[in-house]
């Protein structure tokens, strides 16, 4: 490091000019994340310092963070539901799988999840060692029970699905899975990283969470939808001795065993995705989640008047397009099958979905044939 430091006017002159780098929110279009909440960021900066790793330090903040877990549960039909926050999805779906592996009594257990799971799940599956069997999907990108119930047999310790899927944003039939991991008495998980923060808030919206008998836990990730500062995640347990298999002895804190798998942890972005939750309300979420999935709506539509079709018509507010390139400055994203992936986050404002398209127009203007 520098032997003497710099001036404080330097070093912001130094750290402003590297963000100026980063692109601009205007025009991402492929993240799961977004420009957080103002009183998200505002209750951030109040808890900048907490630590929920020793929360006998912290009591207030741990209080929130237990407010943010009732709100979760509540929310997905099981007030009762206890979990804690994590860094993200990632977290959540390790710790889901150690619990699924520290609960079963298997000797090389393995654990069954579609073909379209994130791939936190591969690293949690080298963590755990857990054998991963991915299972095909439907012609409309879903998990299908069938699939799973040929996938599965007497080793397996977890079934996952997924509700809002990374790639396509589609909801596996939860109820179905659920049922078929229940039958045969196996742990099964919901990745709702994603759709969590937007299926309650949407009439008609497929079914995911605890109102279903099976669903054993959820991962959510107020970082995503929830317009927290990252990192929020949150994994709920519809048992407590679930959560409690991981638990470990810690003798010198102010707690005495802990089930987390981050030791310090951050009560500043707990405080902002409860912040978001409080301030919003039900109604306020769901205008936001309206407001994406008009959007999304949009952008399709738009990009199919220029002849892009969809690749299938999504759950919640991922859209998929045949590929196509993409003019600049736009940050666009694509799935493994090569499809175009455009995610309709709370920045990306009706006026954003207008520009894009016409920038997207203007740019095929001339080659209309070979487009279409
Ligand atoms: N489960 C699902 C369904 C997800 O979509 C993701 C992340 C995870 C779990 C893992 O969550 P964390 O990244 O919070 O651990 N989905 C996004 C993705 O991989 C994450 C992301 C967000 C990537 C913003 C890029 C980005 O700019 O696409």
């Given at each position: ?163 809002g ?29 994603f759709g969590g923060m937007v299926l309650?808030f949407l009439?008609?919206a ?19 939808m ?63 989640v309206?407001?994406c ?23 919640v507010n ?55």
């Amino acid at each position: 490091m520098r032997n003497k430091g710099v001036s404080e006017e330097e070093l912001f002159s130094f750290l402003i000019a590297r963000k100026q780098e980063d692109k601009d929110h205007q025009h991402i279009l492929s993240s799961m994340c977004t420009l957080p909440h103002p009183v998200a960021i505002r209750a951030h900066s109040l808890f900048m310092e907490t630590n929920l790793g020793d929360p006998g330090l912290f009591p207030g903040t741990a209080s929130l963070e237990q407010l943010l877990i009732r709100r979760l549960g509540t929310l997905f039909h099981h007030p009762g539901a206890c979990g804690y926050a994590t860094t993200g999805g990632t977290e959540s779906n390790i710790q889901a799988l150690r619990i699924a592996k520290a609960t079963s009594d298997i000797s090389s257990p393995n654990v069954v999840i579609p073909e379209s799971a994130h791939f936190s799940f591969k690293k949690a599956c080298d963590m755990t060692g857990l054998e991963m069997r991915g299972v095909p999907l439907d012609n409309n990108f879903r998990a299908d029970p069938d699939l799973f119930l040929e996938a599965i047999d007497s080793n397996t310790c977890c079934m996952v699905g997924i509700a809002g899927t990374t790639e396509y944003g589609m909801v596996d039939p939860i109820r179905d899975l659920a049922a078929l991991a229940r039958d045969h008495g196996i742990f099964f998980h919901v990745d709702a990283a994603f759709g969590g923060m937007v299926l309650p808030f949407l009439d008609g919206a497929p079914e995911f969470d605890f109102a279903i008998p099976g669903v054993q836990s959820i991962a959510v990730d107020p970082h995503k939808m929830g317009m927290s500062t990252i990192p929020a995640g949150c994994l709920l347990l519809r048992n407590e001795k679930d959560l409690c298999s991981l638990s470990v002895d810690t003798p010198y804190l102010t707690v005495k065993q802990e089930f987390t798998l981050s030791g310090t942890r951050p009560g500043g972005s707990v405080a902002g995705a409860l912040a978001v939750l409080e301030y919003l309300g039900y109604e306020g979420m769901a205008a936001v989640v309206r407001g994406c999935m008009g959007n999304t709506r949009r952008l399709i539509e738009g990009m199919e008047s220029f002849g892009i079709p969809r690749v299938v018509t999504p759950d919640v507010n991922v859209a998929t397009f045949k590929a196509v390139t993409i003019p600049d400055p736009w940050q666009v994203s694509f799935t493994r099958n090569g499809h175009l992936r455009i995610i309709c986050m709370p920045h990306v404002h009706a006026g954003m979905i207008e520009a894009f398209l016409q920038d997207i127009g203007e740019h095929y203007a001339e080659t209309v044939d070979s487009f279409s």
